[in-house]
């Protein structure tokens, strides 16, 4: 069939119109690029505003932009500390850290190393052996154990799976998993990689530019040794993790089309017999050697049936002598002791099979609905585009990560006195506006993301104070939170109308509502909570449809954040939902989990506590049909929107408004559902027990 003119270029056409309608396009995999940088931007931040001295890196597939919504590719994330120095040369030794030489000879893997423990007052080997992740060897070196990373990992995300160096961490309901590498940071460009630099084969990649910018990134350590070695306890991979991603982002967007149609292949051919033989790292790493050895006018378009071939040629001779060398530090096979003897003729006639089938095979690839995509094109009919679908994903990935941020700097203050709060938020204000001050593109995106939220909640916390004294919201309260309404569509202003409502102004409440009536569509903004795992359905197709044109901007106009106030905003907070900040009961405390320290504050949903306090509000000013209306809204949303991440408190503030009401028994209706959504820690208990009071007290 290849034989046959214009083949090759028809069908490559619209397999690559079939990668773009599934998000494999320019557009969309910069939009992913942006989105999983500024994540680590944010990420980063983060430990900063806590005064961790750390970094963070997402790689992998979901930042490079090589995966789809079918391939369902992790989450890698890369977290190191900048306590340790690493290094290759005795000039680099710095005084007053942990030093360690990287040790790299003949008797360490390629692409490995041992870690020798240095005085950290001299450069000097260091004499004693602190604890029980160090060894004294046969010579006398003080060498650094790998599992030191395990025991890092598994105090960190307790419940997590080690898998090599990466420790699994089960994502939430409905959404990937995380792969977590603690890394140590080196400055220096890696010995086994220094020829690298000056290799250039026939494709003439990567550039000269590209290798001095790989070199000028250094390279990792991470916590696995090599297999099958005699010091595996002991040995360090060397990481290029970074220039990989360097290199990913300078492939056109055909090669990125042959990489994931490489891991389709994978998914649907070996994967489901052969789990962990072959690795998508060893197809990016056939991917490189094939750019790197073929003229860069072979990578186009019409082209991509012939570049797969190719890369599936390399790989089927890599396999057949057991061998892929690391692109950039070739002496490391990747796969040394991962292809069984048993595996290997039936691996080898798979590829064999999808190498002859002159592309046909790719019709039996399922993910992504490949086939009847590529049949539709091939009939020439339009196929449905889901780069919608990932636009949205995109946006509320970034939106709640903003979310898990500004709730964990939150919980640092939940039992603070007013003092200690403020000064605690206004140091994370200060800290925003210096790093902001001192960086540019995403990084600086990432404090404008942060830094309103900050100032919403400083202001909210002066309000409780000053409401506390004097009734009254201060003057600088209200400048604060108007430095943070434009956050989301409408958090940080139900903020404002919870204040204004509790001081009983209620004429400039009923305004505050009104506005966020106008801007609130419940058929395009989205949800966001991070504050516990709960099962995440579909999202709406407008809001979608409206993130695929917009980055991060789009958060202030398609998401609504839940609502969270701290104990110091008591103030502002209304009775019935002061009552959510004290939902354990000293049994309910030995049922939390690690993560569940937001229910210390009181966290509401932002649609359903609109509705509730328009309800209140409209009561007060005696506008009997708005108020029935407020009523009805509450309760079709907390039974029709899916994406409800604190339903229990929303059947809260129902049952209450039902009590108004006099309809008790609904009300009592409205608890014990409270409780069939989270049986423990629910204020559900304390509104069942005032109203069981209040019937026998008026009988």
């Known amino acids: 069939m290849f034989q046959q003119p214009g083949y090759i270029e028809y069908v490559s056409w619209r397999l690559s119109e079939v990668f773009a309608d599934i998000g494999v396009d320019e557009r969309i995999v910069l939009k992913r690029r942006r989105t999983w940088l500024l994540m680590a931007s944010m990420a980063t931040l983060s430990s900063q505003l806590k005064d961790e001295n750390g970094s963070v890196y997402f790689l992998g597939s979901q930042c490079e ?23 290759q040369n005795w000039a680099d030794w710095e005084p007053g850290v942990c030093n360690y030489l990287m040790i790299q000879d003949e008797t360490v893997s390629p692409g490995y190393c041992l870690l020798q423990r240095l005085r950290n007052d001299a450069p000097l080997p260091g004499n004693d052996v602190p604890d029980q992740y160090h060894f004294r060897d046969r010579t006398g070196r003080i060498l650094l154990n790998n599992i030191l990373m395990s025991a890092v990992a598994a105090d960190a995300y307790e419940g997590g799976v080690r898998h090599g160096p990466a420790y699994t961490k089960q994502g939430r309901p409905g959404l990937l998993d995380t792969d977590i590498v603690f890394a140590f940071p080196c400055k220096s460009w890696p010995l086994p990689a220094r020829q690298w630099l000056d290799q250039q084969g026939a494709g003439q990649w990567p550039s000269a530019d590209m290798r001095k910018y790989c070199s000028s990134n250094g390279c990792f350590v991470v916590g696995v040794g090599c297999k099958g070695s005699e010091n595996e306890e002991l ?61 860069s006018h072979v ?29 950039i530090i070739p002496g490391n096979n990747l796969m040394r002791g991962h292809i069984p003897h048993e595996s290997k003729p039936y691996i080898l006639e798979i590829l064999q099979y999808i190498i002859k089938s002159e592309g046909r095979a790719i019709l039996e690839i399922e993910c992504d609905c490949l086939f009847d995509r590529l049949h539709l094109k091939l009939s020439d009919f339009l196929s449905f585009k889901i780069n919608d679908i990932i636009s949205g994903h995109l946006l509320l990935t970034t939106a709640l990560e903003v979310d898990k941020n500004l709730l964990e700097y939150l919980l640092l203050t939940r039992n603070r006195s007013y003092k200690e709060a403020i000064q605690q938020l206004l140091r994370g204000i200060i800290k925003l506006v210096i790093i902001s001050n001192q960086c540019q593109g995403l990084d600086k995106t990432a404090c404008s993301l942060l830094a309103p939220w900050f100032c919403t909640t400083l202001g909210s916390v002066l309000a409780s104070l000053s409401i506390h004294q ?21 958090s940080c202003k139900l903020k404002l109308a919870s204040m204004l409502y509790c001081i009983g102004d209620t004429q400039r409440t009923e305004v505050v509502l009104r506005d966020i009536e106008a801007n609130y569509d419940p058929n395009i903004v989205e949800p966001v909570c991070r504050c516990h795992d709960y099962i995440e359905q579909a999202r709406k197709r407008r809001f979608c449809a409206k993130c695929d044109n917009h980055n991060e901007e789009a958060i202030k106009y398609t998401t609504a954040f839940c609502v969270k106030f ?66 009805s809204n509450l309760v079709r949303t907390i039974d029709q929107e899916p994406n409800i991440g604190h339903r229990e408190t929303a059947l809260n503030l129902l049952g209450q408004c039902m009590e108004q009401e006099d309809r008790t028994v609904v009300a009592l209706r409205c608890y014990s559902l409270s409780l069939s959504v989270r049986e423990r820690n629910n204020a559900a208990k304390i509104h069942i027990c005032r109203l069981f009071s209040n019937i026998i007290s008026n009988q």
């Open 65 to 87: 932009g090589t995966t789809t919504p079918g391939l369902k590719s992790d989450i890698d994330q890369l977290l190191f500390y900048n306590d340790f120095n690493l290094i």
């Open 470 to 490: 004097c009734n009254a919201i201060s003057a600088d309260a209200l400048t604060l939170i108007s430095l943070g309404l434009n956050t989301d569509v409408s």
């Open 299 to 327: 990578w186009r378009e019409n082209n991509l049936l012939v570049c797969l071939s190719l890369c599936l040629s390399v790989l089927y001779n890599n396999i057949l002598h057991e061998n892929c060398p690391h692109f």
């Open 566 to 631: 701290l104990p110091c905003e008591i103030n502002c907070v209304p009775y019935e939902l002061r009552q959510e900040m004290y939902r354990s009961t000293q049994e309910d405390l030995a049922f939390r989990g690690r993560h569940d320290d937001w229910m210390d504050l009181a966290v509401v949903d932002s649609l359903p506590y609109f509705y509730f306090l328009q309800y209140k509000t409209y009561n007060n000013l005696r506008r009997h049909e708005d108020k029935q209306r407020a009523l």
């Open 235 to 295: 040995e360090w991979r060397i990481s290029t993790s970074l220039a990989e991603r360097c290199l990913m982002y300078n492939l056109n967007i055909t090669q990125i089309q042959c990489y994931v149609l490489m891991k389709m292949i994978l998914k649907t051919f070996i994967k489901p017999h052969f789990e962990d033989v072959i690795s998508s790292f060893m197809c990016k790493t056939v991917l490189f050697h094939c750019i790197a050895n073929t003229y």
